[in-house]
């Protein structure tokens, strides 16, 4: 019998799990209840005893991990962490969450327990065998993987299936001791750019995409670069929304051509392999053309905004598409958002 473990931690408050840690937790219990394993959950923190609350309808043996050490993410501390967790749960899978945190721990935990690692895993096939499916070649191959090799450590991707959700409850939670190598790094704070200030948002529901028309010369002739960048920046912080970029904008800094200062490779959508999981998305001033197209293909509702009757976007690509200016468009939809602030 399988022993599975979902590895989890906790979020910016440091009392409750991250989204997507739930939603590996939903993950676990869905597999071990088709499967019939032994499922076992590990929270990393500084204070686990809420989130190991939250976790006590999933019916399953809870580890944590706690103290001052865990407060932040930190490699050493983390990847020791993970380790003790597999270890007491005696684990021959492992689902983790493909957070920032646990993406560049997972591996060399993996290394150390002599198992295999497997990335950026979008659904989990239902059954008693285990089969993990991830997109290959820039999103454009869908492959299943199975492996006979244990621990099997799968980082799953976020946004990718309903977080778990069930009524909080009291739970023995197990301490599990770790054994710490010397700290040879110190986290003294974070510093991050304001709310209204950040352009990247997983968890909006909303993923706005410029296109290079915005810096391109308009109906007068002339580009208009900061009134460009005036209405883009306006409807995210209106809106709440995520920005991405099509890459030929963000490429724009490597040929001296005038560029929207906060756009960074960050933002690109579609060649990087980047794929968000919004709930809506609408493109401005892009073409539609296949790589860009293929970087959408988990956003649920497609809308588009072109001059172009006969762009990528209008031959089956996006659920509507305006054909109209773009800058007259977000002009009036601005206007509308402060208006209904009112």
């Known amino acids: 019998m399988e022993k599975l473990l979902v590895l989890t931690h906790v979020d910016e408050s440091g009392v409750a799990l991250t989204k997507a840690s739930l939603e590996a937790v939903a993950a676990g219990v869905e597999f071990a209840g088709a499967s019939g394993a032994a499922l076992s959950i590990g929270i ?3 204070e686990t005893g809420t989130a190991a609350n939250s976790v006590a309808g999933a019916s399953a043996r809870v580890l944590t991990v ?13 990847a020791a962490a993970c380790e003790a967790l597999c270890r007491a749960a005696e684990a021959t899978l492992v689902f983790a969450p493909s957070s920032s945190r646990f993406a560049r721990v997972i591996p060399g935990v993996a290394y150390r327990l002599g198992g295999f690692a497997d990335t950026h895993i979008t659904a989990l096939g239902a059954g008693k065998t285990l089969e ?16 006979e ?6 980082l799953l991707d976020a946004g990718t299936r309903a977080p778990f959700a069930a009524a909080a409850g009291q739970v023995q939670a197990e301490t599990v001791a770790v054994s710490l190598p010397q700290l040879r790094s110190q986290v003294t704070g974070i510093v991050a750019p304001k709310q209204d200030e950040q352009t990247i948002r997983p968890e909006a529901k909303m993923l706005f995409v410029a296109g290079a028309g915005w810096t391109k010369k308009q ?6 670069v900061a009134e460009a960048g005036s209405l883009i920046l306006n409807f995210l912080r209106s809106a709440d929304a995520s920005l991405g970029s099509s890459k030929s904008l963000v490429d724009q800094s490597s040929e001296n051509q005038q560029v929207l200062s906060f756009l960074t490779h960050m933002n690109q959508v579609g060649q990087t392999g980047a794929t968000p999981r919004h709930a809506k998305g609408l493109a401005t001033c ?22 172009d009757p006969n762009c990528g976007w209008a031959r089956g690509k996006a659920d509507v598409v305006y054909v109209a200016d773009a800058f007259k468009v977000m002009a009036s939809v601005n206007a509308l958002l402060a208006e209904n602030k009112q």
Request: net charge positive; hydrophobic share 40%.
């Open 286 to 307: 892009c073409h539609g053309e296949e790589p860009h197209v293929v970087g959408w293909r988990f956003i649920n509702d497609r809308r588009a905004i072109s001059l």
């Open 219 to 224: 109906a007068d002739g002339q580009a208009h």
């Open 66 to 78: 706690s103290g001052e050490a865990f407060a932040q993410a930190r490699y050493a501390s983390d």
């Open 44 to 46: 990393v923190g500084a």
């Open 132 to 147: 993990a499916s991830r997109w290959f070649y820039r999103q454009r191959v869908e492959a299943m993987i199975r492996r």
């Open 149 to 154: 090799s244990r621990p099997w450590f799968l």
